[in-house]
């Protein structure tokens, strides 16, 4: 099908929307694109968006809608994208969404909006995260005029703690509605995971930029290096600094270890310290910065969600001539995002599947050399209605390699709750939140990871959203 | 930026810096540590506030040159600035009143123990102070801690200054002297002297604190990169710590683990000078 004039501006009937193929997604060649850190997906053609806008069949009762946690109103902004009104879809996803270019490449869409398209039924799903992403990129290419906050100024101070995707939504609300808002960031630099978990080649830092420049052309602060709980407490920001209320999203950041002997031999790396390392310090540049980081030849990188593929695929990147990931469960039961893992095989990626460590192996000077493990079947389902991996008796084997990484999953870190007294958590230490996320103390709120536990962007942005919405509520009744 | 309002060398290859962070000044405890990234390429290093001064707003810093951050950053002078200073971080000192503490500082170490001989001092424990170094030269604060310190014992391992020896002979003299008494012992300075210090404390029963010194990313029990191994438990020095019962460390695991980036380290430094060379005022 080629498009003329004619054609944007046609009606095409159900039928002939069926017709039309999903698009693809241009990338970059697995080889070449496993030994750079660019991005490695390239976006879609403003003609190829039209086409794949044009399989959307408009459907009344949208269920994609339902399937986005924000709920954005997805066919009326593909529906703009079919009539080539780029900037106009853009403000269609803007309504319910502040990070498009974020979401649109981050999102496991084939759990969220994708996977209620009414065309799944028939071949797949319109493809909505590389539709939000194209119109999120041609927003920032060709938007013009300064962000401006129309709202009269409310006199009122609030706190965001923590930069990442609640903290920077949250903020960026408030300051529309006219308050003066403050982000407090315990790193040196803005962004939460954004910056120093998600890699460069997945969610190239100068966007994420861009939506900290926003934020600060909407007049919000942003303090690095403040450590809540430390360099402040809460109590101070409201008894000294003058804080009106305040909004807690310093996301779930604390390494879970596996507790099997040898874990603390050199070339054994938690996923943050190593994706750290690499992003927030740029280590993969050393020595032109400072920062160095152990590359590994071989690599085995323990866990299936996105942190274990990000990591696996950027040990690549580093040089490594063989990487493998190591779960304890089947492929199709892996977390990760279906993308990341068909990128990670593409880039020659080895998946161990239904295999669990049981002993990092030392060489005898205090480095890894390889990984003792146990070979995994499924058997009952547990509770999360995933058959549960047992081990299968006398099935042990090594796998020979110099760097172990360990993406496992990540818990609340303890540093801030426990120094606000009267703040309630859970028993794993995640902050109790009621349905309009404020906490047990009065004109404190609190989303994202930090009461969810390990979540996703969208939902931790939907939290900063309806944290915005609440604080504001609560300071027009104070 | 966070500017360095004083700066002093002290010492050989050892600098003192004062630096304006009034949020932290205020905040920080005996025994804390800051993280500086001095310029924007740098990397993260922590060092302990030796001192802080809150009605002015500034905290006070003693680095050792030792690699290729600490030169750099020694190139920053006064009214100069540091790019990032976040804290203060790790657990106080835990300060009681015990009698007589025998406090010991290695090296470096002594900027470490400084604070903690004065908190200690003044919740009324006698204070012996015992520092060490190779070599005259290296030893340093004396005056601060001769006018501090009940008794002041100095060792050198040549001999140019104080008794000849280390500071594990000092301490075992002291333990052994019928006269004195050693209740408490505060230790920090470089690892392997922290396990001979626990070793000579250890069949006397008497109780020892140390001071870590793994690398560390962010301070703020995020990454483990600081992890170590305390009665056979693994614990995030950053914020579990720094000081840890010194009869409980894993040091031989402690003192591995710091050799991990050795080559780069050394890749680093030599990068880092030859570079100066070509470009500096030679
Ligand atoms: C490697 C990796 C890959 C991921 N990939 C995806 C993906 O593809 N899709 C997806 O949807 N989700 C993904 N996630 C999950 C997603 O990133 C998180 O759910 C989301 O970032 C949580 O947002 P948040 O705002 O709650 O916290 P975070 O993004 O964690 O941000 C918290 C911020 O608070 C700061 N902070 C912490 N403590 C303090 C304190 N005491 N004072 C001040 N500041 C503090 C932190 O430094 C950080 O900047 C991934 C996570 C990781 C780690
Ligand atoms: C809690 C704590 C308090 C400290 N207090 C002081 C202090 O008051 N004054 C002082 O001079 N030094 C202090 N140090 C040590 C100081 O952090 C290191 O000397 C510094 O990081 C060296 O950096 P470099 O680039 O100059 O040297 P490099 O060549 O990079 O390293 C030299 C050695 O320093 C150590 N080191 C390197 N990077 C780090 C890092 N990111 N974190 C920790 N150690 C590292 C390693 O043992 C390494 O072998 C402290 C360390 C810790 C953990
Ligand atoms: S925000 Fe995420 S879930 Fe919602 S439409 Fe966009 S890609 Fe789909
Ligand atoms: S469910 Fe699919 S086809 Fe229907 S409106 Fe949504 S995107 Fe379009
Ligand atoms: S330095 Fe990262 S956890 Fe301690």
Redesign the pocket.
């Known amino acids: 099908m080629t498009e003329t004039k004619d054609d944007l501006n046609r009606k095409l009937t159900p039928k002939e929307r069926l017709a039309i193929e999903r698009q693809q997604m241009p990338q970059r060649d697995g080889a070449e694109r496993a030994r750079d850190f660019n991005e490695v997906n390239l976006g879609l053609a403003e003609k190829i968006a039209i086409r794949e806008a044009k399989r959307c069949l408009q459907c009344k009762n949208a269920k994609c809608i339902e399937g986005c946690p924000v709920n954005i109103d997805i066919p009326a902004f593909i529906t703009k994208i079919s009539e080539g009104d780029f900037l106009g879809a853009a403000a269609v996803i803007r309504k319910d969404n502040n990070l498009p270019a974020v979401t649109g490449r981050v999102c496991p869409q084939e759990v969220q909006c994708e996977c209620r398209c009414l065309r799944c039924k028939s071949d797949s799903p319109v493809a909505i995260g590389w539709l939000e992403r194209f119109v999120a990129d041609y927003e920032m290419k060709h938007r013009t005029g300064k962000l401006e906050v129309t709202a009269a100024k409310t006199g009122k101070k609030v706190a965001c703690i923590g930069s990442g995707p609640a903290g920077i939504t949250c903020a960026g609300e408030l300051a529309k509605m006219g308050h003066d808002v403050t982000i407090f960031e315990a790193f040196h630099k803005a962004g939460g995971v954004l910056v120093y978990g998600i890699p460069e080649f997945r969610l190239p830092k100068a966007i994420v930029q861009r939506e900290i420049d926003n934020l600060q052309e909407l007049g919000v602060k942003i303090e690095t290096n403040v450590i809540v709980g430390r360099t402040l407490t809460i109590p101070q920001l409201f008894e000294e600094e003058g804080f009106d209320a305040v909004f807690i999203a310093n996301g779930a950041g604390l390494p879970t270890f596996m507790n099997v002997p040898g874990e603390n031999f050199k070339g054994v790396y938690s996923a943050n310290e190593y994706l750290t390392r690499v992003n927030l310090m740029g280590a993969y540049q050393f020595p032109k910065f400072?920062?160095p980081v152990i590359k590994g030849n071989r690599v085995c990188v323990v866990g299936g969600g996105n942190t274990a593929m990000d990591a696996v695929r950027t040990s690549k990147r580093l040089g490594a001539a063989e990487s493998t990931i190591v779960y304890r469960r089947a492929l199709e039961q892996m977390p990760a995002r279906v993308e990341e893992v068909h990128h990670a095989q593409e880039e020659g990626i080895r998946f161990e599947m239904l295999t669990a460590p049981v002993e990092v192996l030392g060489n005898g000077d205090g480095w890894v050399k390889g990984l003792r493990c146990i070979r995994m079947e499924l058997g009952e389902p547990d509770e999360s209605g995933r058959r549960r991996p047992v081990p299968v008796k006398g099935s042990e084997f090594n796998i020979e390699c110099d760097l172990v990484i360990v993406a496992i999953g990540i818990n609340a870190n303890p540093l801030l709750t426990q120094a606000t007294p009267g703040l309630k958590v859970n028993k794993w230490g995640y902050i109790e939140a009621d349905e309009n996320l404020m906490t047990s103390l009065p004109g404190v709120f609190a989303g994202g990871d930090i009461v969810r536990g390990a979540a996703t962007v969208i939902l931790a942005m939907g939290d900063g959203k309806t944290a915005a919405r609440n604080i504001d509520k609560y300071l027009a009744g104070k | 930026m966070y500017q360095v309002v004083d700066k002093q060398t002290i010492g050989p290859n050892l600098t003192q810096y004062e630096i304006m962070a009034p949020r932290i000044a205020r905040a920080r405890k005996c025994g804390q540590?800051v993280i500086v990234r001095p310029f924007a390429h740098s990397?993260?290093?922590?060092?302990?506030v030796?001192d802080t001064n809150p009605g002015k707003g500034t905290i006070t810093?003693?680095?050792?040159?030792?690699?290729?951050?600490?030169?750099e950053?020694s190139q920053i002078e006064k009214g100069g600035a540091f790019q990032d200073v976040a804290g203060p971080l790790?657990m106080p000192s835990h300060i009681e009143k015990f009698g007589t503490v025998v406090v010991i500082g290695g090296g470096?170490g002594t900027?470490?123990i400084y604070p903690q001989a004065i908190a200690l001092k003044e919740v009324g424990n006698k204070i012996v102070t015992i520092i060490g170094a190779r070599t005259k030269d290296l030893l340093i604060m004396q005056d601060l801690l001769a006018k501090l310190s009940d008794q002041l014992i100095m060792t050198t391992d040549d001999g140019s200054s104080g008794k000849k020896g280390l500071v594990t002979h000092a301490l075992q003299e002291l333990i052994d002297d019928p006269n004195s008494r050693v209740d408490a012992v505060y230790c920090a300075g470089p690892v392997i002297m922290m396990k001979a210090v626990a070793q000579v404390t250890k069949p006397h029963n008497i109780p020892t604190i140390v001071?870590?010194?793994?690398?560390?990313?962010d301070g703020t029990g995020m990454c483990g990169g600081?992890r170590v191994t305390v009665g056979g438990k693994t614990k995030f020095?950053?914020v579990d710590?720094?000081e840890f019962d010194g009869h409980q460390v894993d040091y031989d695991e402690l003192m591995d683990r710091?050799?991990t980036?050795?080559p780069q380290?050394?890749n680093?430094?030599d990068q880092f000078k030859s570079h100066t060379c070509k470009c500096g005022r030679h």
């Open positions: 400072d920062t | 540590f990397e993260r290093i922590p060092l302990t030796a810093l003693i680095v050792q040159t030792v690699g290729k951050t600490t030169l950053m790790g470096l900027a470490v001071s870590l010194n793994p690398v560390m990313v600081c020095a950053c710590g720094p710091l050799t980036y050795k380290e050394k680093s430094l």
